[in-house]
């Protein structure tokens, strides 16, 4: 199993530029792949940016261009750096480790969410 720690949400201007961080309690390359997420009230929850065991990132269409997914293997951590933020991307975003290897199986753990909120 994986423990999952985020931080780093607050209040920031539109305009403005936030980093989260996602650290974990085991080594981030022995895990499929890991995502950040978010959901605001009254919205579904919205997969934002994914990366692999490999490498590859992904990206929703609302974000790409002004969020990067990022990783230091060393330190057990994924990031995601957010410019030009805009009020419409206010919400709890939480950090997702997918495809953990249990014994036989793969389970996925998610961690307790950080809030972000962007004012206009």
């Known amino acids: 199993q994986v423990q999952l720690v985020e931080s780093g949400g607050g209040l920031v201007q539109a305009g403005g530029s936030l980093r989260l961080s996602c650290a974990a309690s085991?080594?981030?390359?022995?895990?499929?792949?890991m995502e950040w997420h978010r959901q605001a009230p009254g919205k579904q929850r919205e997969l934002v940016a994914g990366?692999?065991?490999?490498?590859?990132?992904n990206y929703a269409d609302s974000v790409k261009g002004r969020f990067t997914i990022s990783r230091d293997n060393a330190k057990n951590t994924v990031y995601l750096q957010m410019n030009s933020l805009k009020p419409e991307d206010t919400a709890v975003y939480r950090c997702?480790?997918?495809?953990?290897?249990?014994?036989?199986?793969?389970?996925?753990?998610w961690g307790q969410g950080t809030q972000v909120t962007v004012s206009s």
């Open positions: 990366i692999s065991r490999g490498g590859s990132t």
């Open positions: 997702a480790a997918r495809g953990v290897l249990v014994t036989t199986a793969r389970y996925d753990y």
């Open positions: 085991r080594s981030i390359y022995s895990i499929n792949a």
